[in-house]
């Protein structure tokens, strides 16, 4: 039963041996007019958790995450969305794509923008639920809610920063968009018809920082 396993094991080694774990705080700047036009709020957080493992001869490396979207909730608003993202993150160090891999970038030889800048590349999947909310003759009615399960695609520029052995902060500014879809029950005009709107220009341009940490292998290897 043991022996199943052995190749897997060999192959899980290497990834954990360049291991990261890190979280990515953004914040999203919503570009969609179609949203505007219904009063749907877009600019809000997203928030994910992210395990990053590299390759050992190339400065390629990739950052899968699981995170969490919201929108703001206000008065000023008649919807907001919410979502919960998987993405494949994946990250090119153009200028020093046959450098040495090691982390962080501080300790690399070089200059910081050489060793740190990097292009990302983010395919990935989002659950995505809009929620609508309705006002008639001072009636407060049931929100009307749809979600969607969703292709998305982003691209991403950084610049590592090491600020000591383990921990690595890296600024990034993003561009995300959403995959074409229908939903229902989204117009403003009127509650009780179920209207579907086609939304096709659901992007985002986002701010944030990316915490990666590498656990000390001088310390597993004491265990």
Not at 22 to 30: D, P, W
């Amino acid at each position: 039963m043991i022996r199943r396993f052995i190749p897997v094991i060999l192959i899980l080694c290497p990834i954990a041996s360049y291991g990261q774990f890190g979280v990515n705080f953004k914040y999203l700047f919503g570009q969609s007019e179609t949203l505007d036009s219904l009063n749907i709020s877009q600019d809000g957080l997203h928030i994910s958790l992210e395990y990053s493992f590299r390759l050992k001869q190339k400065r390629i490396e990739f950052h899968p995450g699981l995170g969490y979207r919201t929108t703001a909730i206000s008065n000023l608003y008649e919807g907001d969305i919410k979502a919960f993202d998987l993405d494949f993150n994946t990250a090119i160090y153009p200028f020093d794509f046959e450098g040495d891999c090691d982390c962080p970038t501080w300790s690399k030889e070089g200059t910081l923008f050489k060793k740190g800048f990097f292009i990302e590349v983010s395919p990935g999947l989002t659950y995505q639920t809009l929620t609508r909310h309705f006002w008639t003759d001072f009636v407060d009615h049931e929100p009307i809610k749809s979600s969607k399960l969703l292709l998305k695609l982003g691209a991403s520029v950084g610049l590592d920063i090491g600020i000591s052995e383990q921990l690595t902060l890296t600024p990034m500014l993003s561009w995300t968009r959403i995959a074409t879809e229908e939903w229902d029950n989204l117009q403003r005009d009127n509650p009780f018809f179920e209207k579907s709107v086609t939304l096709d220009d659901q992007t985002y341009l986002g701010a944030g920082l990316r915490l990666a940490y590498k656990p000390d292998p001088k310390r597993r290897r004491r265990f």
